[in-house]
């Protein structure tokens, strides 16, 4: 049993490592060369045996020996890409000190006093004495591992296919070895898909994971509220030092986006054949976003023509070296390219809901949030990939399924991240009046999903699950109300006819959210008010003949909006709001709202499983810092208003009185917290109450209502369906106000929400690799580890 001699030796090694007080030379190989010198150890061996309480012992009490571990296993890895790795042995210490480093890295990025080790020049390490001149051999540790697992993924016979034709031939030369012929996969930029070989994949899936362990450095800074740090391992490897920056750039994205879960398009062809693809392609995702970590809103960014302003940055910072990734992904701009990432994308994000038709059929893939991620760096560094998505109804492809992740995650706590990536996704969109439009288009796809059934449009579909989320979502959702109900009124002006369903339950948040008790229990709920009469006033103003449903809803529920219009402002009804409130915790009545049937087939959104472990988040900015108001003009094009004062901000006690609008992640509907330094005045009510924009509606059923009740009385009708046909037929030309011009809220970038993608993606890598578990148990500082 070679296999078990060869981790009895290993682990041996590791015992005299930790139990050795005195250094041991780095010429002493017979010593060294046990650790990667052996076969048969896989990476869950390594990690089963370097135990954690071994790793810090050494870092504690024996350091020099810690430091020339690392430093000689960083020179097996130069030597393996110097020599081109070609027999078995090398391929095998390449592996092997591959896993070492994945496994003893996060060890040395927790301990703050060890962090610049890896970016000091150790004395000697240059080349491995391969003589060259001084200042080559000056290369921090960290360069030196970078340029080396560079190198390594793009050597034949080990991660890529080598081009010669016969063993006669000398081998390829590594150094003058031309990598954009040897990218991995076709697609952006290269035509040529090579055979698959599972045995490159599974090497290159080791190395991808190394270099991740690499740039998690990351994990053990707690977040930085200027968002400015730079990850020092990725400006390196995503710099012109890496002359593989292209290709691997290109090889990851093509990757991700040319895999077919479904195993050649055979349904249930999976369980006959094991994938090792999947791996490589997780690892490529996540490596993919954590190189594009890059805070649009402060550094050089490409301008919506897709060419790089450099100018774009203050002087008084010193110009950060440009990242390569964020320069090539803004750069991609051919038609055929584009439509090979977002029918990549497309795929892999319904993959999930495939499941729902033909369990089993395909492998169910577990990155969807990665895949996210990828979607908004993808929209948010390239304009024109933005245009082009929703320059045709593929952008529906997109859309369903993030509708689906979104109704299927409202009830876990532990899944507020992919709720809010999904809605920031769809805030983006949704600054865009195409987007609007392609929701017109009827929803036939019958995906189970727990909401009503309803026959529509996705424009239907979209507030279905909206009201779904904010009424019988998790409570610490209520800081993304303001951007769901944002989406729907940035949509309202073209969405052509809402189905009754979706009208009523519009009707039903309204309702919901204008009882006094729910509007003087938080300084920001009014505006949720505020939105919803601003998504009927467009409706109304610009869609008024196919929307019958909507009017007639509105007829039906005018006694909300009497109310609104009749608030009370006076202190004691203020107080008995208030005290209702404290013996009411439900925050949203769901009565009135006729829930009707779920589909068939779906199941209810089931809330996390005791046990299961998430990661914290940091609060995202409040929908005013979120986003920028622009005005439609007449030719459809937007023209940015400069920011006002938020309504009713006036109130001098905001929610939270140092950042004014910032709604905390942690402040739950029902506290305390809130009612505690708040509490709502007369002046207060009267300031917002003044300012709601009921008078086109009110305009509207002064009209409307006398007529629909003659038609009730002349015909004994209670039979809606004449009411409807008659309003389908009414006008109200020249008798509502004149139109006001559209509103658009556009999400634009901050360095707030940088923030909260670094902490939220790396949540996910975090949580993500478990076999191995790389970072688990270890002392990470950008987010806490919680249990549900």
């Not at 015992?15 to 150890?41: G, M, N, R, Y």
């Not at 000398?170 to 070895?177: C, F, K, T, V």
């Not at 509708?403 to 409202?410: E, P, Q, T, V």
């Not at 899944?415 to 439009?437: A, D, T």
Request: glycine share 6%; net charge negative.
């Amino acid at each position: 049993m070679g296999s078990a001699d060869s981790k009895l030796n290993f682990r041996k090694a590791v015992i005299q490592l930790t139990t050795k007080t005195q250094p041991v030379e780095a010429t002493d190989d017979a010593f060294w060369d046990q650790f990667w010198a052996d076969s048969a150890t896989s990476v869950q061996d390594v990690f089963a045996l370097v135990p954690a309480a071994e790793i810090r012992a050494v870092r504690e009490e024996s350091p020099s020996n810690l430091a020339t571990l690392c430093y000689k296993a960083v020179e097996k890895l130069v030597q393996g890409a110097e020599s081109g790795c070609h027999s078995e042995k090398e391929k095998q210490i390449v592996l092997n000190c591959s896993r070492l480093l994945t496994r003893v890295l996060p060890y040395i990025f927790e301990d703050p006093d060890w962090r610049g080790f890896f970016w000091s020049t150790v004395p000697g390490a240059g080349r491995a004495g391969q003589g060259e001149e001084d200042d080559e051999n000056a290369r921090p540790l960290a360069e030196s591992l970078l340029l080396a697992i560079a190198d390594l993924m793009f050597c034949p016979d080990f991660t890529v296919q080598s081009h010669r034709r016969s063993t006669v031939d000398s081998a390829e030369d590594i150094h003058s070895l031309d990598s954009c012929e040897y990218i991995w996969e076709a697609g952006v930029g290269f035509a040529h898909s090579p055979q698959p070989n599972y045995i490159h994949d599974m090497n290159r899936t080791e190395l991808l994971k190394l270099l991740l362990t690499c740039f998690s450095e990351a994990m053990y800074l707690p977040p930085a509220p200027d968002s400015g740090s730079i990850n020092p391992w990725v400006q390196f490897f995503c710099s012109t030092e890496n002359r593989h920056a292209l290709p691997l750039f290109t090889s990851l994205l093509n990757t991700v986006c040319a895999y077919d879960p479904v195993g050649y398009g055979i349904p249930y062809n999976h369980l006959l054949f094991s994938d090792y693809r999947e791996p490589l392609v997780e690892e490529a995702a996540q490596v993919l976003i954590v190189t594009l970590d890059h805070d649009s809103a402060t550094s050089a960014s490409p301008t919506v023509d897709g060419t790089t302003t450099g100018t774009a940055m203050d002087d008084t910072d010193p110009p950060v070296p440009e990242n390569l990734f964020v320069n090539y992904l803004s750069r991609i701009h051919r038609e055929e390219d584009f439509q090979f990432i977002l029918k990549g994308m497309a795929r892999l994000l319904s993959n999930p809901l495939l499941q729902t038709y033909l369990p089993n059929s395909t492998k169910r893939i577990q990155f969807h949030q990665e895949l996210l991620v990828l979607f908004w760096k993808l929209c948010d560094f390239n304009k024109k990939f933005l245009f082009f998505v929703l320059k045709s109804s593929d952008v529906l492809d997109i859309l369903v399924p993030i509708l689906y992740f979104l109704n299927d995650a409202r009830a876990d706590q532990s899944r507020v991240g992919l709720m809010h990536i999904g809605v920031f996704i769809l805030l983006l969109l949704s600054g865009e009046r195409n987007f609007g439009v392609r929701l017109n288009k009827p929803y036939s796809v019958r995906v189970p999903m727990d909401i009503p059934v309803f026959t529509g449009t996705h424009a239907d579909l979209l507030i279905v699950v909206f009201h779904k989320i904010i009424t019988s979502g998790h409570q610490r959702l209520q800081p993304l109300f303001d951007c769901l109900l944002t989406i729907v009124v940035n949509v309202s002006p073209y969405l052509k006819s809402l189905s009754m369903v979706a009208a009523n339950k519009l009707l039903h948040l309204l309702e919901a959210f204008s009882t006094t008790w729910f509007l003087f229990s938080a300084a920001q709920n009014h505006h949720l008010v505020f939105f919803l009469l601003e998504v009927f006033n467009n409706i109304i103003q610009y869609q008024f003949d196919g929307n019958s449903n909507l009017v007639y809803a509105i007829i039906r529920k005018r006694s909300v909006f009497h109310q609104l219009a009749n608030l009370p402002t006076d202190p004691p009804t203020i107080h008995k709001a208030l005290q209702r409130r404290r013996r009411a915790p439900e925050p949203l009545s769901r009565t009135g709202s006729q829930e009707g049937a779920s589909m068939e087939g779906s199941h209810p959104a089931a809330p996390a499983e005791p046990g299961t472990l998430k990661t914290s988040l940091v609060a995202t900015p409040g929908i005013d810092k979120l986003t920028e108001k622009s005005q439609v003009s007449e030719d459809g094009t937007l023209r940015s208003l400069e920011p006002e004062p938020q309504q009713g901000s006036a109130d001098g006690g905001s929610a939270s009185g140092e950042t004014g609008q910032v709604w905390r992640e942690q402040r739950r509907l029902s506290s305390a917290s809130t009612s505690g330094q708040w509490s709502p005045t007369s002046e207060w009510v009267l300031s917002w109450k003044s300012k709601l924009p009921l008078q086109t509606i009110m305009r509207l059923l002064q009209v409307l209502v006398p007529q629909v009740e003659k038609i009730c009385i002349d015909k004994g009708l209670t039979d809606e369906s004449e009411i409807l046909r008659f309003l389908q037929h009414g006008t109200l030309v020249g008798l509502l106000p004149v139109p006001h011009p559209i509103l658009i809220r556009k999400y634009q970038a901050n360095s707030g929400t940088a923030m909260w993608f670094r902490t939220y993606m790396w949540g996910v890598i975090y949580l993500r690799n478990v076999d191995p578990p790389v970072w688990y148990d270890t002392n990470v500082k950008l987010f806490e580890i919680q249990r549900v």
